[in-house]
């Protein structure tokens, strides 16, 4: 039996699914109960010091378990094996394996020879020509398009953990599309750490961009869908704005973080874009595409934020107006330019995080009210928790509900909404 647990963002998730569909293929499989476990995978996260606290406390609970199950292998995967490699095993000798993202597929390789770490050499296509595309969920599945980052903002540790940017050919990308749409799914979300720097190479040797990658997946009839994540605003081409405008398959809905709404900050995280570039981004996009719903992520209390920067990404946010955004409090990394100055004091950085959560909170809640009595279209993906309960996503990416004793799963229906919160919707066919 395996066990795998997935921290972080939708890449990880993917590699999750990768690892679980390799082990499957070699006879194993999965549980839930982590005492069953044979083998257990901890594919973690190193993005804030909070995920990385969390890796190390369920390293913890591990050991216990291993304590009553002296069969149990313990992997640790992902970026935190990355960024730490054979100093985790050294914190924590219950670890029995560290392998990095980029080198998951020589796992079960590992652990037959008892080799203890693989991390850190950067192989790229490599891992992708050894992995087994199986679909572990009926209506939409992750893809990763791209890996990596070459940005290199101030207080990010991606570029360190997940190496330098690096696009997968078109041809496998759709190869492996047509995997998951044979099982049926119906909604493909592509990948990136920064997805729109995509400029994989097509079949005549030529690099292709991403508007050209979505163009090329829409022709493939099973595909009902497509959406993608995370996108740079430095990245976010005319091509791709204007498949925005043209393509009906590709979701009206942008997840594009900015940081922070102040200039100044911006220079100092390295984003080389100001307030404005972002604002005229978002005017061209909603020209083509006014119902695009816009979603960012925001870090408060970063090194020298004053009230009044702060003052400027509330401003921004009221201009904007987001439909859903992730927002979070500076922490400093190691291995990052920013990591020496942690300058806002703790209680100021927790009290900027509830007024600009509670702003977007208030712009949630205000855009799925506007929902009710209208008629939208839902993919609906999975059970819910109640009998006759159904969870789909509108085209906008919001969470909706349904009672209904009709098959619905896997179905994209055209439904009204009857009732909202700040995050979820309920409806009717
Ligand atoms: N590639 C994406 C983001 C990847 S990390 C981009 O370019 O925006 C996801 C989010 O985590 C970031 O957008 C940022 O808001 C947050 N984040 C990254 N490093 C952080 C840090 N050191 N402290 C707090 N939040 C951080
Ligand atoms: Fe990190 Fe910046 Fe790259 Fe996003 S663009 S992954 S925030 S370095
Ligand atoms: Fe975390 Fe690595 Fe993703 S640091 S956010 S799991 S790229």
Same mark, same amino acid.
């Given at each position: 039996?395996? /066990?795998?647990?997935? &921290?972080?963002?939708?890449?990880?998730? /993917?590699?999750?699914?990768?690892?679980?569909?390799?082990?499957?293929?070699?006879? $194993?499989?999965?549980?839930? =109960?982590?005492?069953?476990?044979?083998?257990?995978?901890?594919?973690?996260?190193?993005?804030?010091?909070?995920?990385?606290?969390?890796? /190390?406390?369920?390293?913890?609970?591990?050991?216990?378990?291993?304590?009553?199950?002296?069969?149990?292998?313990?992997?640790?995967?992902?970026?935190?094996?990355?960024?730490?490699?054979?100093?985790?095993?050294?914190?924590?000798?219950?670890?029995? #394996?560290?392998?990095?993202?980029?080198?998951?597929?020589?796992?079960?390789?590992?652990?037959? !020879?008892?080799?203890?770490?693989?991390?850190?050499?950067?192989?790229?296509?490599?891992?992708?020509?050894?992995?087994? $595309?199986?679909?572990?969920?009926?209506?939409?599945?992750?893809?990763?398009?791209?890996?990596?980052?070459? *940005?290199?903002?101030?207080?990010?540790?991606?570029?360190? %953990?997940?190496?330098?940017?690096?696009?997968?050919?078109?041809?496998?990308?759709?190869?492996?599309?047509?995997?998951?749409?044979?099982?049926?799914?119906?909604? @493909?979300?592509?990948?990136?750490?920064?997805?729109?720097? &995509?400029?994989?190479?097509?079949?005549?040797?030529?690099?292709?961009?991403?508007?050209?990658?979505?163009?090329? @997946?829409?022709?493939?009839?099973?595909?009902?869908?497509?959406? $993608?994540?995370?996108?740079?605003?430095?990245?976010?081409?005319?091509?791709?704005?204007?498949?925005?405008?043209?393509?009906?398959?590709?979701?009206?809905?942008?997840?594009?973080?900015?940081?922070?709404?102040?200039?100044?900050?911006?220079?100092?995280?390295?984003?080389?874009?100001?307030?404005?570039?972002?604002?005229?981004?978002?005017?061209?996009?909603?020209?083509?595409?006014?119902?695009?719903?816009?979603?960012?992520? #925001?870090?408060?209390?970063?090194?020298?934020? %004053?009230?009044?920067? #702060?003052?400027? %990404?509330?401003?921004?946010?009221?201009?904007?107006?987001?439909?859903?955004?992730?927002? #979070? %409090?500076?922490?400093?990394?190691?291995?990052?330019?920013?990591? $020496?100055?942690?300058?806002?004091?703790?209680?100021? *950085?927790?009290?900027?995080?509830?007024?600009?959560?509670?702003?977007?909170?208030?712009?949630?809640?205000?855009?799925?009210?506007?929902?009710? =009595?209208? =008629?939208?279209?839902?993919?609906?993906?999975? *059970?819910?928790?109640?009998? =006759?309960?159904?969870?789909?996503?509108?085209?906008?990416?919001?969470?909706?509900?349904?009672?209904? !004793?009709?098959?619905?799963?896997? *179905?994209?229906?055209?439904?009204?909404?009857?009732?909202?919160?700040?995050?979820?919707?309920?409806?009717?066919?």
């Amino acid at each position: 039996f395996i /066990y795998i647990k997935s &921290y972080g963002c939708q890449m990880n998730v /993917y590699d999750s699914n990768r690892m679980k569909d390799m082990f499957l293929d070699k006879g $194993y499989k999965l549980t839930n =109960n982590i005492e069953k476990a044979n083998l257990t995978i901890l594919n973690t996260c190193h993005i804030r010091e909070k995920a990385v606290e969390k890796v /190390y406390s369920d390293i913890g609970r591990v050991k216990k378990i291993k304590a009553n199950n002296k069969e149990m292998k313990l992997v640790v995967s992902g970026c935190v094996a990355q960024a730490e490699g054979i100093e985790i095993k050294k914190r924590s000798p219950s670890v029995d #394996f560290v392998v990095g993202p980029q080198s998951y597929h020589q796992l079960p390789d590992m652990i037959k !020879n008892s080799e203890k770490v693989v991390n850190s050499d950067f192989l790229q296509n490599e891992k992708f020509k050894n992995l087994v $595309y199986k679909s572990s969920k009926l209506s939409s599945e992750f893809l990763s398009i791209q890996e990596g980052c070459d *940005k290199f903002c101030s207080f990010c540790v991606v570029p360190y %953990t997940r190496g330098p940017e690096f696009s997968r050919p078109v041809k496998d990308i759709i190869d492996e599309t047509k995997k998951y749409t044979e099982n049926g799914v119906k909604e @493909i979300i592509l990948l990136g750490q920064n997805v729109n720097a &995509y400029h994989g190479k097509s079949d005549d040797g030529k690099s292709k961009d991403l508007a050209y990658l979505i163009s090329k @997946i829409s022709e493939i009839d099973h595909v009902k869908r497509i959406r $993608y994540m995370t996108s740079h605003p430095r990245d976010m081409k005319e091509t791709l704005i204007n498949e925005h405008a043209n393509n009906p398959k590709l979701m009206p809905f942008l997840h594009l973080p900015i940081q922070s709404g102040s200039d100044e900050i911006l220079k100092k995280m390295n984003r080389k874009h100001t307030v404005d570039d972002y604002l005229i981004l978002v005017d061209k996009i909603r020209n083509v595409r006014p119902d695009i719903a816009l979603s960012s992520d #925001f870090i408060v209390g970063f090194p020298d934020e %004053t009230d009044k920067d #702060f003052e400027n %990404t509330m401003k921004f946010i009221e201009k904007v107006k987001f439909v859903i955004a992730y927002s #979070f %409090t500076y922490s400093p990394r190691p291995g990052t330019p920013a990591q $020496y100055k942690d300058n806002v004091d703790h209680a100021e *950085k927790k009290a900027r995080l509830a007024a600009l959560q509670s702003l977007l909170t208030e712009q949630q809640l205000e855009y799925n009210k506007s929902f009710i =009595n209208k =008629n939208v279209e839902v993919l609906f993906e999975k *059970k819910g928790r109640y009998d =006759n309960q159904y969870i789909g996503r509108t085209i906008y990416n919001q969470s909706t509900f349904i009672n209904s !004793n009709k098959k619905i799963l896997n *179905k994209i229906l055209n439904v009204k909404i009857t009732n909202s919160t700040n995050f979820a919707l309920e409806c009717q066919t």
